[in-house]
């Protein structure tokens, strides 16, 4: 009895496993139905900054440029999935997620190092693409005005 217990456990807790591996068509899926659902989008960017030491620094991103199928599309949609922040949901005194009405330049991530901006295509076949800015304390600190964006 108990060993049949233990294996009606463990095959429970396996068919609840999930793969770390996105589901990009379930993404822009879910981005589609967002666009569709959503009024005009004036959000630009969409920022992700993490504490990273007791001492004020961040760790941070910038995502911008937007596009889905080769059209420009807002950051908002994005946001509102559950890797872009779950439209803030995800938010902690430690990782914040936010929208930004300027650009990721603007907030003063830098572009063309390591640390600058890259397309990012996950799946070559997938429409949904976008550009991504970082900053950390050692290389290209977070400006001032990226950490406020972000909510911190």
Do not use: H
Request: charged residues 15%; hydrophobic residues 30%; glycine residues 12%.
């Amino acid at each position: 009895m108990t060993r049949i217990i233990l294996t009606l456990s463990l095959s429970l807790f396996l068919l609840n496993c999930q793969s770390k591996e996105q589901d990009r068509e379930g993404i822009s899926s879910l981005i589609i139905n967002n666009i569709l659902n959503g009024g005009v989008d004036r959000n630009k960017s969409l920022v992700i900054m993490e504490v990273a030491d007791l001492g004020g620094s961040y760790t941070g991103n910038c995502y911008d440029t937007f596009q889905l199928n080769g059209g420009n599309i807002g950051p908002t949609s994005y946001f509102n999935t559950p890797p872009g922040g779950a439209g803030g949901l995800l938010n902690t005194n430690i990782k914040k997620y936010n929208v930004s009405t300027s650009s990721c330049t603007d907030l003063g991530f830098a572009s063309g190092t390591n640390f600058g901006s890259t397309s990012q295509r996950p799946n070559s076949n997938d429409g949904f693409t976008f550009k991504v800015y970082t900053c950390d304390p050692n290389n290209n600190p977070c400006s001032r005005s990226a950490i406020t964006a972000s909510g911190f």
